[in-house]
């Protein structure tokens, strides 16, 4: 009953998800970017790919950091394919994690105001979204216009981000620094995709942890471990800065970070295939924690992937979709910085997550 | 009417120092479009001062709009005088004037907000204590015990708890109000530290008592209140600073907004054109009555100026802009017309033909005198512009007036007021008894409607002398001929009475199918350019697919219209409903019966009437226009110097 129910309200979605699924570059075309001469060169590639569409830009204008904001039109795209042919539970999940975008660009805009920055200096760091947004990028251009970062969060009344980041000014205005804002706003937009899960029906909450979840599990686990090694925040501290939910990061692993236990004992236990690849780690260093990241979001996209197979007629299928474009979209802006810096293959190719997945 | 008004392509040559009074007469003129295309090759740079101009008057533009908002202070309408150019230093010395009169009070006034919404928080985080008899000062000054009183957001409550685990503290949550819950934190004095920086973590604000307000949360919650309401008459009193400024300084603040906002168009306009080393070339497009005027004015201006006037190349006409010389009321069609699209400059205006076939079409489905009627009196409300918010339609009034008209005239020949089908006689047959008539009469009338199209294809093709087009287009006379060939053989199926035998009608559709098939070669050949015979088998492959694609969209062309016999048979059905309901909820035809018959038939002229609305316009587009109408141009836009925003 419950399959018959999730073919009929998943049936539009999945043939979707299939036909968009052939616009992920394929491995040749990933080989040819990386051996691409410089950054004309991966311009000219990507002309031919499903991003050609969005480079349709004067050449004299296709800066790389312009290069990057036209490429990521590509994923709001797909993004806004997604949540329309969606049933409305599983539309509901897929724009708040769109609206991931949308915490970063209140973040570009937050410190462009700190920094004194010009709405065009920020605009083009911005991620575009046309649609399914409840900050507009009005909205967004009147924060930087404003002028003081509580003008800028007055603009943000009637939306689910004022009262987070109204709680967090009084500690803004005592410290001048954005760190309490920022915070409160990641915690405050995890919060409420967490909610927009465990509001799905069983299967698909069950689906949608594997790869949201995991995705909140990493950026809680990272965030532990961050405030730890780079800030050296008391365990209280990082406690209430992090997430009391998770997947698979219980919050006993992150209380056992906090609390200056073996953080390797906490990564293992929630993710034990990382046990031989990261051996003899301690997670104290900067270099170790990138590692960690980096093969963390290995396995989430290995774990997107895997979605493909078997049954299709799930909220799995979209969200593990719309991810793996997502990190696309984030190598491909990394491979544009680094031809645009001339640097060598050898050096950014490791750091490349969707290619060698 | 069915063309644009006449372009002229008008060059001018202008000394330097006479570019701004020349502009600004151009502006003036409402006349002249300037041609934002490369007007040739010059000596100097286009890089000039007046990029530079326009900055700064961006920069005035914006600090003038802060003022404004501070002040409340809307742009209004663009003053009835010519706008001018203004010097951007004496803008700058009165903005500077006005900024320094607005800024303190409103400074004063955000601070005074500010306090009155921090003495408002405490009070809200002292309220759950009320009545606790501790004196909060004494509860501060403790010895061993260290205490935070605040507020916090209610989901980082459970969080701090778990985060103070390991160390002696106890977290008392109070009340709770707009997502925040205010709390006192206890602790021993030697971790104060740790709580300190926990509760700052979970962003518990710590309320700040200043020393006026002493002793218990009752005695506190009184001075606050006190306090509460001196903040407030000291807002007040701010307010009507500012109120008073708003209405002393809003005429000037307007006239620096439009003037200051015409200095930037010009300086924007100036700086896109061609500059010699004396003077500048600006070149662009006026419509031929108004050349001699604008001539007149310029030379007023500046008698130093050359003006060159020319009809458009066969290359410029291609882009010149269009503009509509239709009569006033039917400018609602006109809109109708360009939210398709702007016709070419040498295209033939359909506006016209829209505004007889919509009311007609729109009339058919929807006759009924009782409703048409009531269409008509809406129209008029809104051709008055009495109701303000309605006044952004205004422009539909005409067309809802004439589909109002013919629906009357329908409903006459249908019989039909407010769906009685009882009150008055059907002039020519009603819709639900004579379903096959009306439907038929719906595809006789779309045969018409097509012709027409076709017709005008025709008429347009010949204007522009595209003699391959005017004959053996699909759209053509061919395709005419084609077209009625089928609907001769189709009448002929049906056993109707057939002018010619169908053996020679059948003739007639095979000779010009073949024609059509052929068309694409045959037009260079009847232009004088010889028979094209480059890809030859494409070409005819692709002329077969495109003949086949020809016939299927003729037949759902006609059949579309259809749909006009369909809904007027479903607008008497729609009423029929109307009528079964009122009479199941009150049998004996009382009050409650004429309610829902008064119900029904609003939701019908709503809810039916935007539908048959819809659907009008899908066949104009989708049907007739296809016909004839590539809407591949672009509209006439004028220099100004008032723009207004929105617009």
Known sequence: MAIGMGVQAYALTQATVRALYVDLLSQAQWEDLIRAPDYDGVLALLSKTVYGATLQVDRSLLTPRRAAYQIRFHLAE????????????????????WHHYEVDNIRVALRGVEAGATWDQVLHLLYPMPRYVEVTLAQLEKMVRSGSVSGAVNVLKGTQYHSLLDHALTRYEEERSLFPLEVALDLGYRRNLWDAVLGLGKQDRETALMTIGMVLDIDNLLWALRFRVYHHLSEAEIINYTLPMGYEVRDDDIRLVARGGDSAQAVFRAYPELRESLRGALFSTGEELGKLEQALLRLLIARCRRMFIGSPFHIGLPLAYVLLNEYEVRDVTLLIEAKAARTPASAFAPLLLTPQA | MFRSQSMIRVELVVPEHDIVAVTESLAESGTFEVDARNPGESSVSQANAWDQQATVYAALAQRISSVMELLAVDAGSPPAEALRWIDPDTVARDVDTIEREVKGPVQELQDARRKLESLSRTRSQVVPLYGLGVDLQRLRNTTYLYVILGSMPVDNVARLQASLEHIPSTLVRFGERDGLATVILFGMKRDAEILMRAARSAYLTVAELPDE???????????????????????????????????????????????????????????????????????????????????RSVVAVSPETTIEVAQPTVQERAVAPFQFSNPPLTRGFQQLVTIYGYPNYEELDPTLLLTLTFPLIFGVMFGDVGHGLLLVALGALLLSRRVRALRSMAGFGTVIVACGVVATLFGCLYGSLFGFEDVIDALWLRPLEQTTDILLASVIFGVGVLTLGMGFNVVGAALRRRWGDVLLDRNGLVGILFYWSLVGLGAGVLNAELPMPVGALAAVAFVTAIVIWLSERLKPLVEGHGFKRADLGMGLVEGFFELFETVLSLMSNTLSYVRMGAFAVAHGALSLVVFILAEMVDPGKSIGYWIVVALGNLVVIGFEGMIVGIQTLRLEYYEFFSKFFTAGGRPFRPLSLAKVEGR
Request: charged share 25%; aromatic share 8%.
């Open chain 1, 78 to 97: 797909v993004y806004a394919k997604l949540i329309r042919v969606s049933p409305s539970r599983a539309r509901s999940v897929l724009a708040a994690l």
């Open chain 2, 213 to 295: 307000y002493q002793g218990t949360p009752a005695e506190v919650l009184e001075a606050l209140e006190e306090g509460i309401t001196r903040a407030r008459e000291h807002i007040l009193s701010l307010e009507e600073t500012l109120h008073h400024l708003h209405a002393t300084r809003i005429r000037r603040l307007r006239h620096l907004h439009w003037r200051v906002q015409a200095s930037l168009t010009l300086a924007q306009t100036i700086a896109g054109f061609r500059k010699f080393r004396y003077s500048y070339l600006l070149s662009g497009w006026v419509p031929e009555p108004g050349v001699e005027r604008l001539r």
